[in-house]
Each structure stands twice: as structure tokens, then as C-alpha cells.
């Protein structure tokens, strides 16, 4: 049989802020969805951040462990590996290009500008697509539509003149048409995804892909949602943070920090929950599959750290939330232990909905654990971020450098919330753990370089 498919993809979502898995913050829609899906416990990005997860969803293959790429004038981000445009090659074909090859109508809906960006080619494959406009360095407005002063209220001393200043000059001036909270993105992209239900009903079948940013930073949802975890505050309000160690906040700035990315969440998860009650009423539930997935998470310190540094790979960054909603019922409530990436969705969305793609892909077909027809089919995760590695087992998690310098080695069992690093205590077990990296990469890891300066010259042009 045939299902539509629907694929939420929410941006630098915490698992351990999804009550489901016992999260910080309040989430009542996504506990709800929970009880109705496959719950993954152990699901990993294969590589970060934002547009190297989106290749290996979109296309069903690994971007790890990075490759030299030729770079096309115009991409931004050039500085990050792996953050390239979707190719014309056979291995780039589009999990939206499959299902319309197999008759389904398609969607595109988000607010995630990196996808958007001129020359990308995610929506190709899609028949409608629309990009709510206006998330950090969108080029929205080009006016300066705020003033230092307001600027400032979001900078520590040690914030000033930096990247973080430069960024929310441009976030704030295109967010200064918001007047409710129905102009905040949540609300807009999911109210977006809502209209497309409604007026694609009479479709046979569809595929509609969801791509939420928040709770990217900047994190400003309306003062009711950030009051719910840090009432009462009156300190600067940091809502984008420097990336790297976080000795820039005092202890009073991380915890309302926390609060409002916490803030962010529910506010997300509030606007998820007006788009399954569009879901529910046009009897969608009945058949559809639907699945709601993280990229990575954001580091809030812990580890001593703020951002996504690459350096830093530990469960606060790389540990994220799948749910996955049979529309018979399957499944409903189990909780699946198996290692998964996300990538994993190309395949277990394709098999599930009757769209099988005509091409092998890296992706397993992650449905088979959560009715128990296979077991785990990984001992371990691997996963690459610019020069870092990632590797973990049951029994071990190891954050080493691509020459397999600067081991990070803890023991989950003894130290789970890996706090100890026992890397030269045990050397022999790096060095086996790096083996298993390097192999996984295909027997050698490719030496990456810098962009050349003309690539930096177009990235200073865009972003500059």
C-alpha cells in the first residue's frame, strides 16, 4: 500500500530538551507524537552541521568523512566541509525527486535559508516550495532597521565587535515587522505546512518536507515562553552565543541562555502541535507516514563550551530526537535501541511509503528495528564535523582530530556523563578506535585544505 509521507526536520533540537526522552523543556505535542511513533534512542547525525546533514538526508548517503570538493562560486559557508550545493550526479538524486518519480505530489516548506540559498538545489524535485524568509544572515533587508542600543542588549563586553554583533544587526532588522506571535517563524512555517494539507487534499499521494530552523539561534521567542524556565531575570540576554568556551557569561547569563533556548523549544513545539491538529482533522493520520528528526543539537555550555564546536562531540551536540508514526499503528510506543543515523530516513521513507528508490544508498531502512525484524545492524556511530571525528560504541566514546591527534576517550558505563577523559590512560584503545574510523572512511582519511582565497573573496562578498 501507499502512504503519503511527511518529514519534519527541526534545526539544532536538543533530544535531552524532548520530554519523550525526559527532556529539559516543555514539549506536550512532541510527547503526544511520541506515544503514536518509534521512538530511536540512539540516533546520530553521520556528519555536521546544518547542510551536511541535510545532503545525507535528502540523498540516502554519507557525507562523512569529508572529501576535496570543487567549489562553485557563490556557495556560502565555503569554510565549513561538506557544506556543498545537491550535485547533478546520480548519487545527489533527491528523496524528492524519487517519490515524484513514483507519481507523488511534493512540498518543500521551511524557513531554513541555508536550503534556499542561491545554487543549493534542495527544492529541486519539489512541485511547490516556499521559503519563509528572514533567519539570521537572510538577506531579508538590506536596510539597518535597529540601533546599536538594541543591538547591544544581547552582547556581554566580550561580544562586542564580534561575528555575534555583526549577525544580529541583520536578524533584527528582519525580524522588526514581528508584531504577535503568529509573525514569530514557528508560527509562520508551521501555518505555511498547515495551508498545504488543506489545499492538497485531493492530491493521491504527496510528500511534504518541513524544515523548521528554530531553535537555531538567535533564541527570542515571546517573554511568556522564556519567563516559563527563568522568571524574573534583568541581565543582558544573550541570544546567540560565541562559539567556543563559554567563560564569556557569568553563571546568571548561562542560565537565562539555557531558558531561552529552552523558551525556543516550546515555542516550536506549540506550533507543531497547530499543525498536527490540521494533520488529525483532515484524517491525514489514517494514511500517513510521518517523521520528526534533528540535525544535531547546540552545546549550552556543558563541557565548558557555546555553539557547535566542532571539537566538542558530545551527546549535547550529536545525540538527537527521531520519532517515526506508522498510520496503522505499528510500532506505536516501542522504543528502538539500535544505533540509526539520519540519513536513514531517504531509505525508511521510500520503503515505507511505496516509493522505493531504483538506486542503492548508504541507508538502512531503520523501520526493520522497530518492528523487530532485524537486529541492530551497527555495533557503533561515526560522525565528522570540519577536522573532528566522533566515534561511539556501547562501551566507549571517543572525540579525536582527522590525524587521530587531540583523543578525547570516556567510558560510557563508568562515566556517562563523560566527564573524565581517560585517553592516555588507555592509548591502545584509541588507537583502535581511530582504526575503526579510518576504515569506515574507506582505509584513509582525505586531507581536506582550506578554501582559496578566491573562494573566501565570495564568502566576504555575501556575508561581509
Do not use: C
Not at 16 to 35: E, R
Not at 148 to 165: C, F, I, N, Q, Y
Not at 406 to 414: H, M, N, Q, T
Amino acid at each position: 500500500m501507499a502512504y503519503n509521507a511527511i518529514l519534519i526536520i527541526i534545526d539544532s533540537l536538543r533530544k535531552d530538551h524532548v520530554g519523550a526522552y525526559g527532556g529539559l523543556a516543555q514539549t506536550p505535542n512532541m510527547n503526544s507524537l511520541s506515544k503514536e511513533s518509534a521512538v530511536y534512542e540512539a540516533a546520530y547525525p553521520e556528519s555536521l552541521p546544518t547542510i551536511p546533514v541535510r545532503r545525507g538526508i535528502y540523498t540516502g548517503n554519507r557525507v562523512f568523512p569529508f572529501r576535496p570538493e570543487k567549489l562553485v562560486k557563490g556557495t556560502p559557508w565555503v569554510f565549513n566541509y561538506g557544506w556543498r550545493p545537491l550535485s547533478e550526479s546520480d548519487e545527489d538524486t533527491s528523496i524528492s525527486e524519487v517519490f515524484k518519480a513514483k507519481g507523488y505530489r511534493t512540498a518543500l516548506i521551511g524557513d531554513n535559508y541555508h536550503l534556499f540559498e542561491p545554487g543549493m538545489n534542495f527544492n529541486r524535485g519539489f512541485d511547490e516550495w516556499i521559503f519563509i524568509r528572514g533567519q539570521e544572515f537572510d538577506k531579508f533587508r538590506s536596510a539597518r532597521l535597529v540601533s546599536e542600543e538594541e543591538v547591544s542588549k544581547h552582547l556581554t563586553p566580550a561580544m562586542r565587535g564580534s561575528g555575534v554583533e555583526h549577525l544580529l544587526t541583520r536578524y533584527l532588522s528582519n525580524v522588526k515587522f514581528r508584531q504577535s506571535e503568529e509573525d514569530w517563524f514557528p508560527a509562520l512555517t508551521f501555518r505555511e505546512a498547515s495551508r498545504w494539507l488543506a489545499e492538497n487534499r485531493d492530491a493521491e499521494k504527496f510528500l511534504l518536507v518541513i524544515e523548521v530552523f528554530d531553535p537555531h539561534e538567535p533564541w527570542d521567542p515571546p517573554k511568556e515562553f522564556v519567563d516559563a524556565y527563568d522568571p524574573g531575570y534583568s541581565g543582558i540576554e544573550v541570544i546567540t552565543p560565541k562559539y567556543g568556551p563559554s567563560n564569556y557569561l557569568s553563571p546568571a547569563e548561562l542560565r537565562h541562555m539555557r531558558a531561552l533556548y529552552a523558551g525556543e523549544v516550546s515555542l516550536v513545539d506549540k506550533w507543531l502541535g497547530y499543525f498536527l491538529t490540521k494533520f488529525y482533522e483532515l484524517n491525514l493520520d489514517k494514511n500517513t507516514v510521518l517523521a520528526l528528526v534533528s540535525d544535531h543539537g547546540h552545546q549550552l555550555g556543558e563541557h565548558g563550551l557555546t555553539g557547535k564546536v566542532a571539537f566538542g562531540l558530545y551527546p549535547e551536540l550529536v545525540d538527537i530526537p527521531l520519532m517515526i508514526r506508522h498510520p496503522e499503528g505499528v510500532a506505536a510506543g516501542t522504543r528502538v535501541k539500535g544505533y540509526v543515523y539520519n540519513h536513514d530516513l531517504f531509505t525508511t521513507l521510500t520503503t515505507l511509503a511505496g516509493a522505493t528508490a531504483n538506486k542503492p544508498v548508504d541507508g538502512i531502512n531503520a523501520w526493520e528495528l522497530a518492528e523487530g525484524k532485524t537486529e541492530n545492524q551497527r555495533d557503533h556511530v561515526t560522525s565528522a564535523f570540519m577536522n573532528y571525528f566522533m566515534y561511539r560504541d556501547d562501551e566507549n566514546w571517543l572525540i579525536v582530530d582527522r590525524a587521530g591527534n587531540d583523543a578525547k576517550l570516556y567510558s560510557i558505563k563508568g562515566d556517562p556523563k563523560l566527564e573524565k577523559n581517560i585517553a592516555n590512560e588507555q592509548p591502545d584503545v584509541v588507537k583502535d578506535l581511530y582504526a575503526r574510523i579510518v576504515a569506515e572512511a574507506g582505509g584513509k582519511i582525505p586531507e581536506m585544505s582550506a578554501p582559496p582565497e578566491s573562494a573566501l573573496k565570495w564568502y566576504d562578498a555575501m556575508y561581509g
